[in-house]
């Protein structure tokens, strides 16, 4: 949430299925804008419901750094520590459109199905943010 590059760093910044596990994850977009260059671009994928408005929050961080879960805690695989998985604290939905639009971003959306380029299953979403 707290990216150590100076403001106007990068043309283009790529991650996949990594903003549902950060705890505040608009300041870690907010970090993804400061550090692009004008025209430069965030790639990414979330997992996404497409047809709900307000973004589930399943977890947060309260103020003495404890983890509040919201919901059942939700885990994905993870390759490092497989017997843990990865907490889950946000699933998104339209509400993250508008918000990374506040933050400053142009949004596009780009829905594929695509062996080649690896993009496979039913909620494959890429989503392409512009400063």
Same mark, same amino acid.
């Given at each position: 949430?707290? *990216? /150590?590059?100076?403001?106007? $760093?990068?043309?283009?910044? #790529? $991650?996949?299925?990594?903003?549902?596990?950060?705890?505040? /994850?608009? %300041?870690a977009f907010s970090e993804?804008?400061?550090?692009?260059k004008k025209g430069g671009?965030?790639?990414? &994928?979330?997992?996404? =419901?497409?047809?709900?408005?307000?973004?589930?929050?399943?977890?947060?961080?309260?103020? @003495?750094?404890?983890?509040? =879960?919201?919901?059942?805690? +939700? =885990?994905?695989?993870?390759? #490092?520590?497989?017997?843990?998985? *990865?907490?889950? =604290? &946000? *699933?998104?939905?339209?509400?993250?459109? %508008?918000?990374? +639009? $506040?933050?400053?971003f142009t949004v596009k959306?780009?829905?594929?199905?695509?062996?080649? %380029?690896?993009?496979?299953?039913? @909620?494959? *979403?890429?989503?392409? &943010? &512009?400063?």
């Amino acid at each position: 949430m707290d *990216i /150590p590059f100076d403001e106007n $760093s990068f043309d283009l910044i #790529i $991650s996949t299925e990594v903003f549902e596990h950060i705890p505040d /994850p608009y %300041k870690a977009f907010s970090e993804i804008y400061r550090v692009l260059k004008k025209g430069g671009s965030h790639i990414f &994928t979330v997992p996404y =419901y497409e047809d709900c408005e307000k973004d589930e929050i399943r977890a947060f961080i309260d103020e @003495n750094e404890e983890i509040v =879960y919201l919901m059942e805690p +939700q =885990y994905h695989g993870d390759p #490092i520590r497989s017997d843990e998985g *990865i907490l889950v =604290y &946000t *699933i998104f939905a339209e509400e993250m459109l %508008k918000k990374l +639009q $506040s933050i400053g971003f142009t949004v596009k959306l780009d829905r594929e199905l695509n062996l080649f %380029k690896g993009i496979l299953g039913s @909620n494959n *979403i890429v989503f392409i &943010t &512009t400063k």
